[in-house]
């Protein structure tokens, strides 16, 4: 029953939270497009990875995940921070939305390649 009270005040206290975040979002359909680019867009890329390349290793597949989702929270992230630090130099200049395609394809091309070099080097070794 204790865990059942925890998980009650956990939940509640995040759900006041994302309220009063949202509070100043002119539309809901624009908060909900913005949080699926974030969230999706690291499980589409990890998923194309594994199924386009069989040659990628688990090291490589989680430095891609690394990676994309450094892309997604500098895309999602820097306009909101970063000018409050002075340094709107650096923010990104594309729109939330496609924080999805450019972690996709982050994890994708990154995983992929690691894992392509990884496996050539260890083959490299192998034949010494």
Do not use: E
Not at 48 to 54: A, H, I, K, P
């Amino acid at each position: 029953m204790q865990i059942l009270y925890l998980a009650s005040f956990i939940f509640s206290v995040l759900s006041i939270g994302v309220a009063l975040a949202m509070i100043n979002v002119q539309s809901a359909l624009d908060a909900w497009w913005k949080l699926a680019s974030i969230f999706s867009g690291g499980m589409l890329g990890l998923f194309l990875l594994g199924y386009l390349s069989n040659k990628v290793t688990n090291k490589a597949a989680v430095w891609g995940v690394v990676a994309g989702v450094l892309v997604i929270g500098w895309m999602s992230l820097s306009p909101i921070w970063f000018p409050l630090w002075g340094l709107d130099a650096y923010a990104s200049p594309f729109h939330s939305y496609l924080s999805i395609v450019f972690g996709t394809v982050t994890i994708f091309i990154v995983g992929f390649l690691l894992g392509h070099t990884l496996n050539s080097a260890v083959k490299i070794r192998k034949a010494d």
